[in-house]
C-alpha cells in the first residue's frame, strides 16, 4: 500500500500543511485590514492622490551681474544669489531652487553666463507653474521674506541681466557615486 502522502496530490498536502494554513490566513487578514482601511478613509482622501498627474519641471535661469563694477557685483549677490532663489523657492509647487555660478570651461565649449539657477517644480504642466510662479511674485505678501527681498532690490536697483531662461520637463533622473549632504542636497 502506497504512503499517504503519495496518494494525495502534492497541491492538496501544501493547502493542508500548517505554515500553508498560516500563511493564507495572515494574507487574509492583511487584505481585510486593508480593505477596511481603504473603506474608512474619507471619499476626499481618494481626491488628493492626483500626484499621478503632475510632472516634473526644470525652470532654468542663465543669470549675471549687469557689469562688473565692485558695486554691481556685490548688489547682485546681495539680492539675486542671497535672496531672489530663496523667494522663488517658496512659491507653492517649487521642489527645490539652486543657484551655481560659473567656475571653469569644461572642454573648449563656449559658456553664455557667469550664473545659472535651476528651480525644481512639480505641476500639471509648465504653463501652470508659469502662472502659478508670475502670480506668487506680483504678491507683495507671499511669505514673511518677500518685503525684505524687495527693499532689497529696490536699494541696489537693476543688477541683473538673463540672456536666456527656460522651462525643461524631466525626462530621466540618474543618481551618481556622489554622497548627498545636507549642505549639498
Known sequence: MEPIKQSLSQK???RRSFLNRVK???ISSVTAVALAVGLALPNDARAQESADDLKRFILIGLCEPTDDSPETRAGFNEWFVNQHVEDVSH???FVR???YELRGK???GPTYTEYISFYEVDAVSWEEAEKVLNAWQRDP???EGRAHHSATGKRVGNVM???GSGWYE???SYDGPGKATTQLD
Do not use: E, F, Q
Open 141 to 143: 505678501n507671499a511669505w
Open 97 to 99: 531652487s539652486r543657484v
Open 12 to 14: 492538496a498536502i501544501d
Open 106 to 108: 569644461h572642454v573648449n
Open 161 to 163: 541681466r538673463c540672456p
Open 170 to 172: 524631466m525626462l530621466n
Open 91 to 93: 512659491t507653492p509647487g
Open 24 to 26: 493564507r490566513v495572515s
